[in-house]
């Protein structure tokens, strides 16, 4: 079985919505766009270096159209994105130009595509589609970068949907900035208890 790996980076409020520039993702009118920027530094710089290596990866609709437009013609900035396969979720969306793009319809494809044999998956973006792997028990990694501040607006990685679930921090850093750089692997149910029992 192939692992799913979310990689994010969100706020202490939890969006996710167009960190990387103004123009990324507008949708909803967002006004924030590009707010990790200030926040870059060497050890944050490192570790997305260390996780742009050569992977599949699985996205949402406009996640995809966002790094179809980008990554094709930047690929010296992530050696390897052309050449791995390009799984998208998409109802609507057929065909792309982006070699080894895949178009997955249903749940049921992405359920498939996990139990096949394979590297793992990476999810970047793509806030509708993280929220149906996690509602489904279909995240086996969180790879997280929270950003000291709030937006209170914008696409959000958490909904109502999510399903209870335990997860085990397998490695972390805080840069010089303050951004908290976490990797969770899935733990099973969520246990309870008393606290001082």
Same mark, same amino acid.
């Given at each position: 079985?192939?692992?799913?790996?979310?990689?994010?980076?969100?706020?202490?409020?939890?969006?996710?919505?167009?960190?990387?520039?103004?123009?990324?993702?507008?949708?909803?009118?967002?006004?924030?766009?590009?707010?990790?920027? +200030?926040?870059?530094?060497?050890?944050?710089?490192? &570790? @997305?270096? %260390?996780? #742009? =290596?050569?992977? *599949?990866?699985?996205?949402?609709?406009?996640?995809?159209?966002?790094?179809?437009?980008?990554?094709?013609?930047?690929?010296?900035?992530? +050696?390897?994105?052309?050449?791995?396969?390009?799984? &998208? @979720?998409? %109802?609507? #969306? =057929?065909?792309? *130009?982006?070699?080894?793009?895949?178009?997955?319809?249903?749940?049921?494809?992405?359920?498939?595509?996990?139990?096949?044999?394979?590297?793992?998956?990476?999810?970047?973006?793509?806030?509708?589609?993280?929220?149906?792997?996690? =509602?489904?028990?279909?995240?086996?990694?969180?790879?997280?970068?929270?950003?000291?501040?709030?937006?209170?607006?914008?696409?959000?990685?958490?909904?109502?949907?999510?399903?209870?679930?335990?997860?085990?921090?397998?490695?972390?850093?805080?840069?010089?900035?303050?951004?908290?750089?976490?990797?969770?692997?899935?733990?099973?149910?969520?246990?309870?208890?008393?606290?001082?029992?």
């Amino acid at each position: 079985m192939r692992k799913i790996i979310v990689t994010s980076m969100i706020t202490l409020d939890g969006v996710m919505q167009a960190p990387g520039g103004p123009e990324e993702d507008r949708s909803g009118v967002f006004k924030y766009g590009g707010w990790s920027a +200030p926040y870059g530094d060497e050890v944050g710089g490192k &570790v @997305m270096q %260390k996780q #742009m =290596k050569p992977a *599949d990866l699985l996205l949402g609709r406009k996640t995809f159209e966002i790094f179809a437009s980008f990554w094709p013609e930047h690929a010296a900035i992530w +050696p390897g994105i052309n050449d791995g396969t390009k799984y &998208v @979720m998409s %109802k609507t #969306m =057929k065909k792309s *130009d982006w070699k080894n793009t895949v178009f997955l319809e249903s749940l049921a494809d992405i359920k498939k595509l996990r139990n096949s044999e394979g590297s793992d998956i990476q999810v970047w973006g793509s806030s509708k589609l993280i929220q149906l792997l996690l =509602k489904n028990d279909l995240v086996d990694e969180l790879w997280l970068k929270i950003y000291p501040l709030t937006l209170g607006e914008g696409k959000k990685l958490f909904d109502g949907s999510t399903i209870p679930a335990a997860f085990t921090l397998t490695e972390s850093i805080v840069t010089t900035s303050g951004v908290i750089i976490a990797n969770y692997k899935r733990a099973g149910k969520v246990k309870i208890g008393t606290i001082g029992a």
